[in-house]
């Protein structure tokens, strides 16, 4: 009976969505990718909401239901049937009467749990444009192999019109050679010297140490963007995270597509701020400082973390938090295996896991000669909270990382210096995560 009221209610957003794109013809700028969707969605919209009237997602809207919704610029009512029929009947105005409102460009975030996802949501909304962030092995159990899920996630630029754009990350080999795939104009981004829009001399921006002592002052990221024999300097003031550039470099890819200069695109990258969950910097108790990864995981974006905790300056601790990764199928093992090896080879004094597949980290780590005094597992993240939070020092830098599953935004609300913030500033604080 539920999955029948699910599937009638998907049937009639998707109508709307039809209806409301044919009536509105808004340019359609498609997001996908195995990790970087949604920070990237967001740095699009910072670039382009400065020239035109935008929409985008709410949070990470990005399904069979999501998207729907993004068109219509509602919220899920969840289980609230009188919130549904708002929903619908704000619909018909939008149908009835024309709403000048209504975006000119829409930023939609298109997600893949299982083959067929992207065909439907691009069948759903033709794209104008296409972006794919990165393609790694996430979603291996659905996938069976790595080869569907780069099938699958090419499919948003292989549906795009001859007059559209296909703007490809070049420091990723699966996605580059997806411009073999499309009829579209390509644009191509990254810090490989091959990408059209290059980005050089990322660096961490920290200033002198705060008044403690403790910390250097963390002001975000500075980089470059070479285009056409133009060198840029851009800014991105809340951003952590070198591979949070990447973000940046496909909107700045995506701004010139639309027609901006790299000036107006530098201006409004400087209004991009990271989503919850995502590299965000927070204080946590006991004067210490937290990097808040929590919303997912996967072997490459928690190497990509872990390797800003080793840029940071602190003279505390460094303690990575890391909880299990799933949906990896056969490349479970391998994946966090690779995690564990790669934190004994940075400077950071704990190491705690949570779950029982993140405790190969452990292993891991230990066998590549982390000691295992260091080491520290969990099943639970309220317990590792407890944990951390019986060993924090003033000066300590806490990178918190899993899969949703794992539920590491537990650990962050444990431990961060202002908890009545969390629904503001943390991942899965709705009432249907209780």
Known sequence: MISMMKKILEWKL?????????????SVIGVTGSVGKTS?????????????????????????IGVPLAILGEETG?????????IFWRAVMKLVSK?????????????ADKEGDIEYLTKLV????????????????????????????????????????????????????????????????????DADVQGTDAVISQGPPEATGEFSDIRGISFK????????????????????????????????????????????????????????????????????????SSPHAAIAGLNTLKELYTKGKKIAALGDMAELGDATVKGHEEVGAHVASLDIQ?????????????MAAEK??????????????????RFIQSILAQGDIVFVKGSQVARMEKIVKELMAEPLKASELLVRQGPEWV
């Open 14 to 26: 998707a109508w709307f969505a039809r209806m409301v794109l044919k009536k509105y013809q808004p």
């Open 40 to 64: 990237t969605k967001e740095a699009i919209y910072a670039v382009l909401k400065t020239s035109f009237r935008t929409g985008k997602n709410v949070k990470n809207y990005n399904n069979e």
């Open 78 to 86: 969840r289980r609230n049937l009188f919130a549904w029929l708002g």
């Open 99 to 111: 709403n000048a409102a209504y975006p000119e460009v829409l930023v939609i975030e298109m997600g």
């Open 126 to 193: 033709p794209c104008t444009i296409g972006v794919v962030t990165a393609v790694s092995g996430v979603h291996l159990e659905f996938f069976k192999t790595f080869e569907r899920v780069i099938t699958e996630k090419r499919k948003i630029i292989s549906h795009l019109p001859k007059d559209g754009w296909a703007v490809l990350n070049a420091d990723d080999s699966h996605v580059l050679a997806m411009k073999e795939k499309t009829r579209a104009k390509i644009i191509t981004f990254g810090f490989s010297e």
């Open 225 to 296: 963007v070479m285009y056409r024999g133009s060198s840029v300097p851009m800014y991105l003031p809340s951003v952590l995270g070198q591979h949070q550039v990447l973000a940046g470099l496909a909107a700045v890819a995506v701004g010139i597509a639309c027609g901006l200069n790299l000036l107006e695109i530098a201006e409004g990258l400087k209004q991009f701020t990271s989503p919850p969950g995502r590299m965000n910097l927070m204080k946590g108790i006991k004067d210490t400082r937290i990097i808040d990864d929590s919303y997912n």
């Open 350 to 362: 704990q190491l705690v896991t949570v779950g029982e597949k993140a405790k190969i980290i452990a």
């Open 368 to 385: 590549a000669g982390m000691p295992s005094a260091q080491i520290s597992s969990f099943d639970h993240p309220e317990q590792a909270g």
